[in-house]
C-alpha cells in the first residue's frame, strides 16, 4: 500500500515578502585537547530546510486556499488536522512563485538530475537533486528528494529509459530498476518535486487587523527526511 500525506496549498491572497528558505545541517564537532583541527560527522544524509513565509492580510471569504472559502479557516483548520508539528504533509513552493514572487519559475523541478552512478548489481537507487554548478569531478547530489510530482525521463548515460526499465516509490523517490544499470552508467532524472514537511511550531499567531483581515507573521514549516 502507497504511502501518501495530505498536501498543503498556501492562499496567494496577503502575501509578505519576506519568504526564507534556510538549509541546514547536524553536525558533530569534537575539539582535540591540541586544539588542532577538529573531527566532525554529520548524523544527516541531506539537506534539511526551515521554510518561513508571512501573510500581511489574510481575508475571510477570497475562496483561493483548495475549496475553502476562508483563508484564515484553511491554515488553521489544516494546522488544527495535522495536530500542529506532529503530522506530515506534501508543500511545492513553486505552486506560490515565492522564488520570484508572481513570476512563474519552479524550484522543484530538475533536468537531467544526477543521482548515481551504476554498478552492474545495485538496482534501487534514491532520487536525488543535484548539480554540475560547482565545477566538481562528478555532479554534487545536494538534496534526497521525498515525493516526485511528475517523472518525465530517466536516463543511463544519456540515453533515455523506457518506463517499463524502472519503477518509481516515494516517501522517500527511490528507481528501482528491473534490471541493473551497467557499470559505470550515470544515471539522471528529469521531473518535479515537492518537499516532505511538517510545522516547525505549537502555535499559529493569527491577528485579526479589521473586520475580516488578518495577519499571520511567521509561519514554519521544516522538510522532512524519512
Not at 477570497?62 to 506532529?86: H, I, K, N
Not at 528491473?178 to 514537511?197: D, E, F, K, M, V
Request: glycine share 6%; with cysteine; net charge negative.
Amino acid at each position: 500500500m502507497a504511502v501518501t500525506f495530505p498536501n498543503l496549498v498556501l492562499p496567494t491572497c496577503g502575501l509578505g515578502w519576506n519568504f526564507a528558505r534556510r538549509p541546514k545541517f547536524n553536525t558533530i564537532h569534537q575539539q582535540p585537547l591540541s586544539n588542532r583541527h577538529p573531527a566532525s560527522a554529520t548524523l544527516q544524509q541531506s539537506t534539511i530546510f526551515d521554510i518561513e513565509i508571512s501573510y500581511n492580510g489574510l481575508l475571510n471569504n477570497p475562496g483561493t486556499s483548495s475549496s475553502y472559502s476562508d483563508d484564515v479557516a484553511y491554515l488553521q483548520e489544516f494546522y488544527e488536522a495535522c495536530r500542529g508539528p506532529y503530522g506530515y504533509f506534501t508543500f511545492d513552493p513553486s505552486v506560490n512563485h515565492f522564488a520570484n514572487m508572481g513570476t512563474a519559475e519552479s524550484m522543484t523541478a530538475l533536468s537531467n538530475g544526477y543521482f548515481g552512478t551504476g554498478n552492474g548489481t545495485q538496482t534501487v537507487f534514491p532520487l536525488w537533486r543535484s548539480t554540475s554548478a560547482l565545477g566538481w569531478t562528478t555532479p554534487t547530489m545536494l538534496e534526497m528528494i521525498q515525493n516526485v510530482t511528475s517523472l518525465t525521463a530517466v536516463y543511463a548515460s544519456g540515453a533515455p529509459l523506457a518506463s517499463t526499465d524502472y519503477t518509481l516509490s516515494n516517501f522517500p523517490a527511490t528507481l528501482t530498476f528491473a534490471t541493473a544499470p551497467p557499470n559505470g552508467a550515470t544515471l539522471t532524472w528529469t521531473g518535479t518535486y515537492s518537499y516532505l514537511c511538517h510545522f516547525a511550531e505549537a502555535s499559529l499567531d493569527f491577528n485579526e487587523l479589521m473586520y475580516q483581515l488578518w495577519e499571520l507573521k511567521s509561519l514554519k514549516l521544516e522538510t522532512i527526511l524519512l
